[in-house]
DNA sequence: GTCTATAGTAAGATAGAC
DNA sequence: GTCTATCTTACTATAGAC
């Protein structure tokens, strides 16, 4: 046999996560963790000495770190609103490949992380991805309350399509949100 | 030890619906299927000789039923649009509980079903949720197109407030969307 | 119709060779 | 750093008593 290769461990964690992502924390067992990365059990348990948690703990991380740079980061830049919005929009679309990928925050909201680690994690994310957009929408000239209903149905409505696209076989719903994400956020005034 | 007493189906098929509507098919093990129901193993094979994958599929059907009696009837009735928008979410309030409980379509969109029996089953509840509502909408003025997409928009928004909701641990976000659902699928005239 | 007991399989995790 | 081999536990499912 050849001489194994170390995997870099950005392409293992996107491995990782790609599987977390499909079939959810309990979904992912060691196995299709094994095939999806090509390490086995053994190779996984060197990597990540506690296993299966740690594994879902550091695509967590991943997912943070990958909100933090490509949409709470844009979303407080000094651009003007509309850019700050459309540069989420492109980001969005990447992560979620379309459509055809869920969001690790739904599908790691598992009741096996129920006063655990992670709930905690992804109430925050949530939280603070509505949050920047709200900041967003204020500085676009809503209220408070406004702009702040305004994040949080736009964050439920992306996380609904994508729950849509996924059930339905089909992006149709992810792309059609995405494509009209802007005008609901920042609705032409009316004189 | 007392004479065993048959458990109801209606009550048997309510706590089986509570379990893969909380943690999903995967995460639904006999364990807790027999912990909720209060029946061991063998008794849930007596009255599920399929196993596991009978339990989900007879789950499914209640959820079909369900949405066939308490939504798409109603959107369907003779009444005014806006009195058949209410009776669908006064009846989603009571079965998501307030927010308190998921969707069993998002829940059991697993993999695991992928090319299986409750894929098929899944889109066409969606489909038939979206196309009874946009027919509603259709029948208050809009024109097809906008009245499909509206529709679409409001059961994104649905699933989306049951993700926030659950993943934040506050039915606060699924409350406020029924409490505006109305007025977004039929907004006011404007002149 | 429900139970105890158990079979058989797949799960998460570890030891030690290379 | 990766592997094969193995352990223990939990899982789905079945057999048979009451």
């Known amino acids: 046999m050849a001489r194994p ?9 996107t491995k990782l996560s790609d599987v977390f992502r499909d079939v959810g924390y309990e979904g992912a067992s060691l196995a299709k963790l094994s095939e999806a990365t090509g390490l086995k059990r053994a190779s996984l348990y060197h990597r990540f000495p506690d ?14 770190a990958w909100l933090t740079e490509h949409v709470l980061t844009p979303l407080k830049s000094k651009d003007a609103p509309e850019a700050r919005i459309r540069a989420m929009i492109r ?22 992380e129920d006063r655990g680690p ?10 603070a991805w509505i949050e920047a957009l709200a900041v967003v929408l204020s ?4 209220d408070e309350h406004t702009a702040h209903f ?4 736009a964050v439920a409505l ?16 992810f792309r059609n949100c995405l494509a009209h994400l802007e005008g609901e956020l920042l609705p032409p005034l009316r004189p």
Request: net charge positive; proline share 3%.
């Open 91 to 112: 980001a969005l679309d990447g992560f979620y490949s379309g459509g055809r990928q869920a969001c690790v925050l739904n599908m790691m909201s598992s009741p096996r």
């Open 158 to 173: 992306l996380q609904g399509s994508l729950v849509l696209s996924r059930g339905m076989s089909s992006t149709r719903p």
């Open 5 to 13: 290769v170390k995997i870099e461990d950005s392409a293992l964690h």
């Open 51 to 64: 296993g299966k948690e740690q594994m879902a703990g550091e695509v967590m991380s991943r997912a943070e």
């Open 118 to 127: 992670l709930a905690g994690r992804i109430r925050n994310a949530f939280r």
């Open 150 to 153: 305004r994040a949080e149905r």
């Open 139 to 142: 500085d676009a000239g809503a």
